[in-house]
């Protein structure tokens, strides 16, 4: 027999040493789904400088300092109301688990006993199931005729002769939203003459359940990003040439016909348009301040995104020049157009080569030479990268606690 309770104590002693060993970590880990573990965490919680909680199934682990942990708790308590990403879920499950009321001091006060028959009263908002812990001493060496709490119209504490150097303390369970009164009577006809006073010390402190209402619910935050994109540039490429001379018939030193085919150099860029201008008469004019601002570009912009713009090119006829425009593409022309001018769009979706059209221009007259002016204008787009700020609404899983109150 004695060798059987040295085996248990021996055993007992070696389970208590691992338990105070665990016990000297500076961090505990808590699984908030395992039973048993809420009641020694919070027995714990109070003297430890981080708090661990698992992941278990669905969140990442937190690590909370205990003033985060306190500063949540307090923020739920004066706001009533709190939101938090769901990956906060565990830790605020075992959060809530442990702390589900509020305390409140009533009253803290030194008081005389009153001399003139009436007695003193302190009223308290309460409500049902609120516990109020009282400590009531007297701090003199007469005695008190009475000192009472009620709850409405009903006694909840009564002290009758309340002794010199004596002190009571319990607590209340409030049965109903109602008024709590303290009262401190002292009517004696030799005490309302002044004599035989005391000194209360009254501490009245409030522990008042809390209700906690969960729901889960989906927001909508606004993110700036930054992307790396291809964007197309509009880039527009004319010329004008003010001076093709065509020589009548009769002068055999020069042709009175030229040929000018309409080449477009594509490089790296990717072709979406192209158009000219004729001029048959000294007298028609482009307006053209150079390559970039030029009333052909102008045009080309209108035609290409369908612009009301409404710009219109001069039109030119001679009834000596002909004038024949070869088109060798299966470009699109658009619907402002005449004999002089036009603009196409170009399909990307077939390919072809850079020439897209030949103009013949012929002079008919025997005796007088013209003054041709011819502009030309292509329309690309580039690529190139740039980097962007995009807005966007990232939509996450948040969490809300509230307070219900009591109605």
């Known amino acids: 027999m004695l060798l059987w309770v040295c085996i248990v104590f021996t055993s007992c002693g070696v389970s208590l040493k ?35 909680i698992s992941k278990g199934e669905y969140a990442p682990m937190k690590t909370f300092s205990q003033a985060q942990y306190d500063s949540l708790y307090r923020e739920l308590l004066d706001k009533k109301e709190i939101m938090l ?25 030194y008081l005389k006993t009153p001399n003139d028959g009436a007695p003193v009263s302190y009223e308290y908002d309460v409500k049902r199931n ?84 969960y729901e889960e619910v989906l927001d909508s935050v606004l993110i700036t990003t930054k992307s790396i994109e291809i964007i197309k540039d509009t880039l527009f490429t004319s010329s004008y040439d003010e001076e093709l001379f065509l020589k009548p018939i009769l002068d055999i030193t020069k ?18 348009g192209w158009g000219y201008w004729i001029g048959l008469n000294k007298s028609n004019q482009l307006l053209w301040m150079d390559d970039q601002d030029n009333e052909l570009n102008r045009f080309a912009y209108q ?15 001679n009834e000596n020049i002909k004038l024949k425009i070869n088109n060798i593409s299966l470009d699109t ?16 979706k077939i390919q072809k080569t850079n020439r897209k059209a030949e103009i013949v221009i012929e002079n008919l007259s025997s005796v007088y030479t013209y003054t041709i002016q011819l502009g030309l204008v292509s329309v690309f787009f580039k690529e190139r990268e740039v980097e962007l700020d ?18």
């Open 18 to 52: 691992g338990v105070d060993f665990a016990l000297d970590k500076d961090v505990v880990k808590i699984d908030p789904l395992a039973k048993g573990t809420a009641e020694f965490a919070i027995s714990r919680m109070e003297r430890l400088d981080s708090i661990q």
């Open 85 to 109: 990403d769901i990956t906060f879920k565990r830790f605020y499950d075992l959060l809530l688990a442990t702390n589900l009321n509020d305390t409140t001091y009533l009253t803290n006060i």
């Open 130 to 213: 609120d516990l109020v812990f009282y400590s009531i001493e007297n701090m003199g060496r007469n005695r008190i005729e009475e000192v009472s709490i009620l709850e409405g119209g009903s006694y909840r504490f009564i002290e009758q002769k309340f002794k010199g150097k004596d002190s009571k303390q319990g607590s209340i369970k409030i049965m109903d939203d109602n008024t709590m009164t303290l009262n401190v009577s002292n009517d004696e006809f030799i005490k309302n003459k002044g004599f035989f006073g005391s000194k209360l010390k009254i501490s009245l402190k409030k522990v008042s359940p809390i209700k906690i209402k």
């Open 255 to 272: 042709t009175n016909k030229i040929s000018i085919p309409v080449n477009i150099e594509i490089e790296d860029k990717q072709l979406v």
């Open 303 to 317: 035609e290409f995104f369908n612009k009301d713009e409404a710009i219109v090119l001069e039109t030119s006829e």
């Open 333 to 348: 022309r658009t619907l402002n157009y005449a004999n002089n001018y036009a603009f196409y769009r170009t399909d990307e």
């Open 390 to 407: 995009r807005e966007k609404y990232l939509v996450r899983k948040y969490f809300k606690l509230s307070i219900v109150e009591d109605e």
